[in-house]
């Protein structure tokens, strides 16, 4: 294993950036909700060299408030208490911490000590950072001394080299703090002496040389659906197990212009690797035709996804792995207490309930194999580029596992789904050419069934309408629309409208999430 740091969750909205955080910088690191019995096995591994706990909702000043369990303490491994971590180690070495009338929101400025070895090496004494918090130590405990204080009077770190343990109330994680990055990295590569092995080829090194351990010489089966995720996990598996892969990918009939024959194409360069082109865009349709109700679309496309997946699937001999690109957003067990996130007590990895187009059952009666499942997205896709897929693939936006079955709204049809395709095609290349795309996080079009009056020529068109939708998102949970240029919108809706035949009008999407979610349906 890798030289690795815990990340202990108190549930912040910031631990996955903590992680983040470090992954980029070549650390290696997994998070555990501060309860999980499984946070002491790992932090006992040798290769474990140092502990961070996280920020999170709730009050030291409570009876029962979340807490570093002895059992961890006792490992005696460095530890970085960030926020809420560094008050609860504060309150455990017998400090005093205070529910605060001066409460600390957004940007600060500090003066750091540089007399210990957290800041040592810092450029600066004074800096700005970013708080949250409204409770605050008072009294460092016994052995710490105030590291740095905020222009506010208030504890902003402490620092005991002696025991190697440091707490701050900013938050490093967040790229306002200055320096945040290089204390991270101060704290893990000099205090913690962790190596930073983490680079991409060393993940796709280790990601291939698990997934062979796991499936020996047995046959795994995936699901191709043309998305990041399934596309780097086939091009992953194809080098860890070659010829004992075979990809299934299933043409609903809901996919983007060209989709289908763009995955064969791609893959047609990976020499060898198996793909059985399903094209079962008339059974998803018949499926749907009358259903409007946008989740029971979504379990119809669902339903059907499956059932011709495992038609396929059990032609195949010998079968004995179902490969998954789970990632891990989906998998990290958090703490979440009190801030909406997953709960869980036991310690068993909390899996999203995919509402997915390749969500399979478990009766198929395969072993599941999930190389991605430690990585996040931005590790996800550096990997895919060090695999070879091409730039556009592995940047390539995020589509809904049931397509365009949520972006037409109502009844979904063939005809529907045609001038839907080929209006999505012109925004989303015009976005390309005008050197947009990566700048908002998902874009796309809608196809609107209410119909609106046209003059085109000397007629009169009665018609659907279609809706451009582009949206900036860090984490998909909440979202503004982007403030695309008028004349590129204007360009977007000319060719819209003068190329694809049934549409009368082209209109723009300015609703935030919330209230709006990012797809229609
Ligand atoms: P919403 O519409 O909930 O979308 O704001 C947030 C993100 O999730 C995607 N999305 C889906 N993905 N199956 C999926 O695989 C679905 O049923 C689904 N619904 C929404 C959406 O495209 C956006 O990226």
Same mark, same amino acid.
């Given at each position: 294993m890798d030289d690795a740091i815990l990340i202990l969750d108190f549930g912040s909205q910031y631990t996955q950036l903590i992680a983040r955080r470090l992954r980029e910088a070549g650390i290696y690191c997994e998070i555990f909700g501060w309860r999980s019995a499984k946070a002491l096995e790992f932090a006992k591994k040798t290769a474990t060299k140092g502990i961070i706990l996280s920020g999170g909702p709730e009050s030291v000043t409570e009876a029962g408030a979340p807490a570093v369990p002895q059992a961890l303490w006792d490992v005696k491994k460095p530890v970085l208490g960030i926020c809420y971590g560094m008050q609860t180690l504060t309150a455990h070495f017998g400090g005093r911490v205070e529910r605060g009338t001066t409460r600390e929101f957004g940007h600060a400025n500090i003066t750091a000590d540089h007399g210990n070895a957290l800041f040592a090496e810092l450029p600066e004494e004074n800096f700005s950072v970013w708080m949250s918090h409204g409770d605050h130590v008072t009294q460092a405990a016994e052995g710490f001394a105030v590291a740095a204080t905020s222009h506010?009077?208030? +504890?902003a770190a402490v620092a005991d080299d002696a025991r190697k343990i440091y707490g701050l109330q900013?938050?490093?994680? +967040?790229?306002?703090?200055?320096f945040g990055g290089a204390i991270l990295q101060r704290f893990a590569l000099d205090i913690c002496g962790c190596r930073a092995t983490w680079t991409p080829d060393h993940i796709v090194e280790t990601a291939i040389e698990n997934a062979r351990q796991q499936i020996g010489n047995k046959r795994v089966i995936l699901g191709l659906s043309g998305g990041v995720d399934s596309s780097v996990l086939a091009a992953l598996l194809d080098k860890a197990v070659g010829g004992n892969l075979t990809c299934i990918f299933v043409d609903t009939g809901l996919l983007r212009l060209d989709e289908g024959d763009k995955v064969m194409r791609m893959f047609a360069s990976q020499k060898g690797l198996n793909v059985i082109r399903v094209d079962a865009a008339e059974k998803f349709f018949a499926a749907l035709q009358g259903v409007a109700d946008p989740e029971d679309k979504r379990k119809i496309i669902g339903r059907c996804f499956v059932e011709i997946f495992e038609e396929e699937a059990g032609k195949i001999e010998n079968a004995a792995f179902l490969a998954q690109g789970t990632i891990y957003p989906d998998v990290i067990e958090s703490a979440g207490a009190g801030s909406g996130g997953k709960k869980n007590d036991g310690g068993a990895h909390v899996i999203k309930s995919h509402h997915n187009v390749g969500g399979l059952p478990e009766e198929m009666g395969l072993e599941l194999v999930e190389p991605l499942r430690l990585l996040f997205k931005d590790e996800v896709r550096k990997i895919g580029e060090e695999l070879g897929l091409p730039r556009d693939m592995v940047y390539r936006h995020p589509f809904p596992g049931p397509g365009l079955g949520v972006r037409i709204l109502g009844e979904v049809t063939a005809e529907a789904a045609d001038i839907l395709r080929r209006a999505d095609d012109i925004f989303i290349e015009e976005l390309q050419t005008a050197e947009l795309y990566d700048s908002v996080s998902q874009a796309f079009a809608v196809f609107l069934p209410v119909r609106s009056v046209a003059v085109m020529g000397d007629g009169r068109a009665y018609e659907p309408v279609i809706a451009l939708r582009a949206v900036e998102t860090v984490d998909f949970m909440t979202a503004g629309w982007a403030h695309l240029p008028y004349d590129f919108l204007d360009r977007v809706s000319r060719r819209i409208t003068g190329e694809v035949k049934g549409v009368s009008r082209v209109v723009y999407d300015i609703s935030g999430k919330p209230p709006a979610t990012i797809e229609w349906e």
């Open positions: 506010n009077g208030l +504890v900013f938050h490093p994680e +967040v790229t306002h703090t200055a």
